[in-house]
Nanobody
Framework: QVQLVESGGGPVRAGASLKLFCAVS????????MGWFRQAPGMEREGVAG???????TYGDSVKGRFTISKDNAKNTLYLRMTSLKPEDTAQYYC?????????????????????????WGKGALVTVSS
């Protein structure tokens, strides 16, 4: 059974940094792409960052240069390091994993994964950035 469990969210002030963690279990990671999504109230879920099994990373335009996705295969953990946080970064952040279609998507387009190609979702971690 695949489980993705996020942690590390919380309230911060604008300009601060925060690191999200996603503990992964039950997943053959080498066959998948992984990513972070976020959803603000009243908004659609959007891809924030993706990472392929080859370690290549992709980012949404709104977070490029501020967020860094990484993973530690030995610890079965996915990370999202967020710096220079802005109030508009306030959202529920979700860890996600997809199969070969997801991997092909991020490799071909150089963008975060598409939600329609995600097979597994975490329950989310809330990040609130105040001005």
């Amino acid at each position: 059974q695949v489980q993705l469990v996020e942690s590390g969210g919380g309230p911060v002030r604008a300009g601060a940094s925060l690191k999200l963690f996603c503990a992964v279990s039950g997943l053959t990671e080498s066959a998948y792409c992984m990513g972070w999504f976020r959803q603000a109230p009243g908004m659609e879920r959007e891809g924030v960052a993706g990472i392929g099994s080859d370690g290549n990373t992709t980012y949404g335009d709104s977070v490029k240069g501020r967020f860094t996705i990484s993973k530690d295969n030995a610890k079965n953990t996915l990370y999202l390091r967020m710096t220079s946080l802005k109030p508009e970064d306030t959202a529920q952040y979700y860890c996600a994993a997809g199969g070969l279609s997801c991997l092909a998507y991020i490799r071909a387009l150089g963008v975060p994964p598409s939600a329609r190609l995600v097979d597994y979702w975490g329950k989310g971690a809330l990040v609130t950035v105040s001005s």
